[in-house]
Structures are given as structure tokens and as C-alpha cells.
Nanobody, 125 residues
Framework: QLQLVESGGGLVQPGGSLRLSCSAS????????IGWFRQAPGKEREALLC????????YTADSVKGRFTISRDNAKNTVYLQMNSLKPEDTAVYYC??????????????????WGQGTQVTVSS
């Protein structure tokens, strides 16, 4: 079965850190652009960070610049989202996605090849 599965979400206090994982099964992430997105209640899904298959081109949303980083471990077929200095406004469901094209991830999301099921991140004291 071809799928992405996120893990690592949970409750964290403001200022804390959390690392999300996104593991692929049935296909190899090496050849895909990958991205992390989030969606808060009543808001549209927001692209946070995206990288190409060669990691040569990246996108970072202003809202997470300097706080969140994306990385991949091809040996584990897994991508990560490291989140530091978390704020209450970071509370959302977080999704990973993969597609051959970073442009598709950023612009034509209804054509994205793979989406994870989402994991809840809640930042609260």
C-alpha cells in the first residue's frame, strides 16, 4: 500500500519543541519533493516547508522561518519536521505530502500524489 504516515504530534507548552516524522511505505521518497503543511480549525491548509528531491530548492513560510526545519533520511524513507519555539498559534493538524514536483506541492495541491493522514499538534500551557 502506497502511503505516508505521520507521527510525533501531541501537546507541548509554549516555547517547547516537537519533532514530527513522516514515513513512506510502498514507494521511495528519494525521488519526490516533500512538504509539511498544517491546517488550523476554520483556516485553509498552509504550506510550511517544502524541499525538492535533490534538496536544491526549498520553500519556507514566513510564519515558521527560523523556528521549523525540514529534513529527510533516505535510508529510513522518512522525513522530519523539527519545530522549536512553539507558539499557541502553531496549534493545528500537521500533514506531510510528497509529489514529483515541488510546484505541485505549492500551487496545485489537489494533484499532490500522496498525503499523510495528519497528526494533531497542540501548543498550550
Amino acid at each position: 500500500q502506497l502511503q505516508l504516515v505521520e507521527s510525533g504530534g501531541g501537546l507541548v507548552q509554549p516555547g517547547g519543541s516537537l519533532r514530527l516524522s513522516c514515513s513512506a511505505s510502498g514507494f521511495t521518497l528519494d525521488y519526490y519533493a516533500i512538504g509539511w503543511f498544517r491546517q488550523a480549525p476554520g483556516k485553509e491548509r498552509e504550506a510550511l516547508l517544502c524541499i525538492t528531491s535533490s534538496n536544491s530548492n526549498t520553500y519556507t513560510a514566513d510564519s515558521v522561518k527560523g523556528r521549523f526545519t525540514i529534513s529527510r533520511d533516505n535510508a529510513k524513507n522518512t522525513v522530519y519536521l523539527q519545530m522549536n519555539s512553539l507558539k499557541p498559534e502553531d496549534t493545528a493538524v500537521y500533514y506531510c505530502a510528497a509529489d514529483r514536483s515541488i510546484k505541485t506541492l505549492l500551487v496545485v495541491r489537489d494533484r499532490v500524489a500522496y498525503w499523510g493522514q495528519g497528526t494533531q499538534v497542540t501548543v498550550s500551557s
